[in-house]
């Protein structure tokens, strides 16, 4: 079930793309109708998440990085941890830290699952993703193409259902790949701007949140990309602002990072079936690959 909604979500999303993009043109040309931008946000943020208001605590929760793992996390966190690095509550003891998810320092997750309940808790972090994806690339598509509203709108509501890790597995990323085209937005498409280093600063924040192993692969071919299409960026803006992201983002996970290295040649995942030390930098290389190459319809919208 996991890989046909895999399979099924980003081809929904594309579908939605071709017949939106051309229904607005068509609105917007056949008629002197201009869209409001916040309204079709708000009409679209509330389709997007019309199940969670429609099932309340039933609503549907990916079992495969979600159910088995981050929301679990998140809520053992909230109502069953000390709050210590160690856990004797799993498997007989574990070194909290090596789980990753929900460790980093930057984390608004831990907080909503203490406040609300646990659907709710979810609901607000779907919603977040939502306007992240949405809202970043919208206004990176004006950038690059800035007389296109239709098609900046029509990106903007492709993007946050174009990838199943924008969706069934987002609550193990924080804010994760929906941030990508806001962090772009932020710190390439604007380098020629006067409040650029207030807002690199506002990116990094946002990005230090999102999970770096994943993460950072595909925030790198977006980045580079725009970089290199996008006439008159900085480059040495751009490389500075990067490497600021970089340092907010080990300076949130380094303590996973340093748990998950030293556990690495311990690791079943890691070794590879017995491969020496140099597993995990292979394993990490194969990763690195791999996202590069499967994160195919949103990296192309950003690259584009």
């Given at each position: ?204 924040t946002i990005i230090a949140a999102a999970e770096p192993m994943k993460v950072f692969p595909a925030l790198l071919v977006a980045y580079v990309g725009v970089a290199v299409l996008l006439p008159g960026v900085s480059l040495r803006r751009a490389a500075a602002a990067f490497l600021i992201c970089v340092v907010a983002a080990v300076l949130s996970w ?51």
């Amino acid at each position: 079930m996991q890989g046909l909604t895999a399979s099924i979500v980003p081809t929904a999303g594309a579908l939605v793309f071709l017949l939106s993009y051309p229904l607005l043109r068509h609105l917007a040309t056949a008629t002197d109708w201009r869209p409001s931008v916040p309204t079709l946000f708000v009409a679209w943020l509330c389709a997007y998440l019309l199940v969670y208001f429609l099932c309340g605590p039933a609503s549907f929760i990916a079992w495969d990085g979600e159910g088995n793992l981050a929301v679990a996390m998140h809520h053992y966190m909230a109502t069953g941890h000390d709050g210590g690095r160690f856990s004797h509550a799993i498997g007989g003891g574990q070194d909290m830290y090596t789980w990753f998810v929900g460790m980093q320092f930057l984390n608004p997750e831990p907080l909503l699952f203490h406040v609300f309940p646990t659907w709710v808790a979810v609901l607000a972090h779907k919603a977040a993703i939502g306007a992240l994806g949405f809202v970043g690339s919208y206004l990176l598509a004006r950038r690059v193409a800035p007389h296109s509203s239709m098609l900046a709108l029509a990106l903007a509501m492709l993007y946050p259902v174009s990838h199943d890790y924008l969706l069934t597995y987002s609550t193990e990323f924080g804010t994760g790949f929906a941030a990508i085209p806001l962090v772009v937005h932020l710190c390439v498409a604007r380098t020629g701007a006067r409040t650029y280093w207030p807002w690199v600063f506002v990116a990094a924040t946002i990005i230090a949140a999102a999970e770096p192993m994943k993460v950072f692969p595909a925030l790198l071919v977006a980045y580079v990309g725009v970089a290199v299409l996008l006439p008159g960026v900085s480059l040495r803006r751009a490389a500075a602002a990067f490497l600021i992201c970089v340092v907010a983002a080990v300076l949130s996970w380094h303590e996973v990072l340093y748990a998950l290295l030293v556990s690495a040649p311990h690791l079943q995942r890691a070794l590879g079936g017995g491969a020496p030390q140099a597993a995990p930098l292979a394993m990490a290389a194969a990763e690195t690959f791999r996202m590069t190459h499967g994160y195919g319809i949103a990296s192309g919208i950003l690259a584009a």
